[in-house]
């Protein structure tokens, strides 16, 4: 018994008898039946042309909407431009680092410090607290 190279389809015998003829044909269209699983025309028809691997169609797997319009309405990340009202959800920082200045926030007290060293706080009563030697000039 012969069969074919990618689905083992049995080939009917040349010469073989009617009824030999049948019983494979219709064991290869039963073959194929299942293994098209119920597939329409129309779902092959959009599949018509492509070459994708499974791989690539599950990267799709889930999409509920047009891949690239998802893609467009996100912004950069470097240098993004906005139109309208942005809004950007509150952030909990309590140190930025200005090179050699940082300035801390602890317990409502803002600290001042350069070289790891706190040289001045300015606390929620307004309270300014100077470490060093303090220098003004100019009028309050």
Known sequence: MTTTTNYSFTLPTVGGSTDQWGTNLNANWTSIDTLLGGTNATEFAILDGATVTTVEVNYVSGVTSAIQTQLDAKSLIASPTFTGTATI?????????????????????????T????KMSLDASGNLTVTGNVNTAGTI
Not at 90 to 99: P, S
């Open 115 to 118: 070289g790891g060293v706190n």
């Open 89 to 113: 959800p509150t952030a909990a920082i309590t140190t930025a680092d200005f090179g050699d200045w940082t300035v801390t926030e602890d317990a409502g007290v803002l600290k001042f410090a």
